[in-house]
Nanobody, 124 residues
Framework: QVQLVESGGGLVQAGGSLRLSCAAS????????MGWFRQALGKEREAVAV????????VYADSVKGRFTISRDNAKNTVYLQTNSLKPEDTAVYYC?????????????????WGQGTQVTVSS
């Protein structure tokens, strides 16, 4: 069982940056592929960025390529999402998730554990 707690969300102007963090409980964090997902009001949840167990393999949604960076620190049981050049359309609740299988995958239904989410609001 893994518990995930996101932090770092907030209100930011367009063009600004936020660094989201997701802290995981337990001693097996390095055995999970991790992902960041988001859900805007009235829309389906979508993958933003995913990262392999070692951090050596990452995949990004086209909409965030070149602006967002996913990383992880297995010693700290934490995965990060650095968001730069934020746009109003990035406004959403951002969730992190853990996948016990090989990963990384952008398929939501492959993830076993989810955090409660952190709100990111980008004003124009």
């Amino acid at each position: 069982q893994v518990q995930l707690v996101e932090s770092g969300g907030g209100l930011v102007q367009a063009g600004g940056s936020l660094r989201l963090s997701c802290a995981a409980s337990g001693r097996t964090f390095s055995t999970y592929a991790m992902g960041w997902f988001r859900q805007a009001l009235g829309k389906e949840r979508e993958a933003v960025a995913v990262i392999s167990r070692s951090g050596g393999n990452t995949v990004y949604a086209d909409s965030v390529k070149g602006r967002f960076t996913i990383s992880r620190d297995n010693a700290k049981n934490t995965v990060y999402l650095q968001t730069n050049s934020l746009k109003p359309e990035d406004t959403a609740v951002y969730y992190c998730a853990a996948d016990r299988k090989l990963g990384p995958t952008t398929l939501l239904n492959k993830y076993d554990y989810w955090g409660q989410g952190t709100q990111v609001t980008v004003s124009s």
